[in-house]
């Protein structure tokens, strides 16, 4: 009789230990589930812009980027211009993180001479179960300084342009990313009183990776018609690999846009494709981190 007695409060005892064990682990369950809805996504794209085209990406806090963009003239060129390669302008541009949300970049182009600079700040971040987009807002300030002798009165103010984007990007999978990007442009000068000073401009891009370290980018940059009525502007397509290699991006790009900043791929591409006004280049990108 007592062994019966015994027996039973000990399985008595383990049925209560393993309700408290179930417990347990439906808490711990919980707790991570409730940790995955909140996981922000990263990642979404490996470098700060697609080709041309700014992404949703910036530098984190106390990083640095080094960024060289270098295009070669029109393929079209033949093989007096060996198809290009005899002819080149490039663009070199530093972006610093302030915070992992807001950024300041510089840059200077070969293209009209031209100086930028740039703030970038990520307002939302993609979140798993919660927030489907991440969203940034980047402004972009440009200055030109070719000099031109038939022109006195072109002063600092007629060469600024001011470029506003809105980008929404969203990662779908680990491998596939897009997004979308609303444009306004600024001209403090323009050719003459039919163009507009305010132009604006619609952009869609894409990145998807077909093994660990390499990716297919493409965007499509289309400015509004009945803007810029005195040249005949064309909208910017763009095509890349990204390639990544540690602290390195490297892309090779094919694009009909000479352009590399916003006014000029976006508002002053006169390229055709189907003409064979297809500019050959690459970007490199590095990273340097000044925190651990």
């Avoid at 179930?22 to 922000?40: F, G, P, R, Y």
């Avoid at 990642?43 to 990083?63: C, R, Y």
């Avoid at 970049?105 to 971040?125: A, I």
């Avoid at 031109?148 to 969203?170: E, G, H, N, S, W």
Wanted: glycine letters at 8%; a positive charge; zero cysteines.
């Amino acid at each position: 009789m007592q062994k019966t007695a015994f027996l039973f409060l000990l399985l008595v005892a383990g049925n209560r230990l393993m309700a408290q064990d179930n417990s347990l682990l439906q808490s711990l369950d919980d707790s991570l589930s409730t940790q995955q809805k909140h996981e922000v996504v990263t990642g979404t794209f490996k470098a700060t812009q697609i080709v041309n085209l700014p992404t949703v990406e910036s530098p984190g806090k106390q990083s640095l980027q080094f960024m060289i963009m270098h295009r070669f003239g029109k393929l079209n060129g033949g093989a007096y211009e060996l198809f290009g390669l005899d002819n080149a302008s490039i663009r070199f541009g530093l972006d610093y993180g302030i915070t992992d949300r807001l950024a300041v970049g510089l840059g200077r182009s070969s293209e009209d001479k031209t100086f930028d600079g740039s703030l970038k700040y990520k307002l939302l971040q993609q979140t798993t179960h919660q927030i489907p987009v991440s969203v940034s807002l980047y402004g972009l300030v440009t200055n030109y300084t070719q000099r031109y002798t038939d022109k006195p009165y072109l002063d600092a103010r007629y060469r600024t342009a001011y470029t506003t984007q809105v980008i929404i990007a969203r990662k779908f999978t680990r491998n596939l990313s897009l997004e979308v990007v609303p444009a306004w442009m600024h001209f403090n000068l323009v050719p003459t009183a039919q163009d507009k000073s305010d132009v604006f401009a619609v952009s869609a891009g894409g990145r998807m990776k077909f093994t660990k370290r390499m990716s297919i980018t493409a965007e499509y940059n289309y400015l509004l018609p009945d803007q810029v009525v005195t040249t005949s502007v064309k909208s910017s397509i763009s095509l890349g690999i990204d390639i990544e290699t540690g602290g390195h991006v490297f892309q090779l790009v094919f694009t009909n846009a000479s352009g590399m900043v916003g006014p000029y791929y976006l508002a002053k591409t006169t390229g055709t494709w189907g003409k064979g006004d297809i500019f050959f280049g690459f970007n490199v990108t590095r990273a340097f981190n000044f925190k651990k």
